[in-house]
């Protein structure tokens, strides 16, 4: 069984960078080729945002509208990745999400159980 955890504050400043991590246990390497790894986020009384992947290879995908602000990474030694999203406003705020992707499907087929993140001053 496969679980995937995120950590990280839940309370950011007003420009300052936000981090999270997500640890992954059970299953195989997260450096297994069906697999991607995804940050995903929703803000209150909105849809879900797809953030960032990071494939089995360590290739980087962001969505274009957070690209300039993000950067996702991978510890794969800790079976971890991160997501960093810098110069954060309250309209970051949201319930931040990993999840893993099958690579054939493009399909999640395992999230995290989700962390608030509230930007604030």
């Known amino acids: 069984q496969v679980q995937l955890q995120e950590s990280g504050p839940g309370l950011v400043k007003p420009s300052q960078t936000l981090s999270l991590t997500c640890t992954v246990s059970g299953g195989g390497s997260i450096t297994t080729s069906a697999y991607a790894w995804s940050w995903i986020r929703q803000p209150p009384g909105k849809g879900l945002e797809w953030m960032a992947r990071?494939?089995?290879?360590?290739?980087?995908y962001y969505s274009p509208s957070l690209k300039s602000r993000t950067t996702i990474s991978r510890d794969t030694s800790k079976k971890q990745f991160s997501l960093q999203l810098s110069s954060v406003t309250p309209e970051d705020t949201a319930v931040y999400y990993c999840?893993?992707?099958?690579?054939?499907?493009?399909?999640?087929?395992?999230w995290g159980q989700g962390t608030q993140v509230t930007v604030s001053s």
């Open positions: 990071i494939s089995y290879d360590g290739s980087r």
């Open positions: 999840a893993r992707v099958v690579r054939s499907s493009r399909l999640y087929d395992y």
